[in-house]
């Protein structure tokens, strides 16, 4: 694939690509979201609309459970970022 006619040169570029798009999000802590990309900056820091959270908790005694959650919009801190996966592109 050449990226430079796709327009991704650095990896900030697939990020900027995928504003206003759905994206999925893996945070620290066993957690994940899904949500539509309005902003973000250098710090990874992201603003996102329709948000769903999930959280993976792990109990000795209850064994592996998943919680969701929904949202209208979301302020993320970067520091809790691990990764960001675009929409995909075909």
Known sequence: M??????IQEP???IRLSLSERVFVKLRGDREL????HAYD????????DVEETIMIVDQVEGFQIARRKMDML??????VILVSPPSRT
């Open 2 to 7: 050449d990226t430079t006619s796709s327009g």
């Open 34 to 37: 899904t949500g539509v990309l």
């Open 42 to 49: 250098g710090h990874m820091n992201l603003i996102l609309s």
């Open 75 to 80: 302020f993320v801190r970067g520091d809790g």
């Open 12 to 14: 900030f570029d697939l």
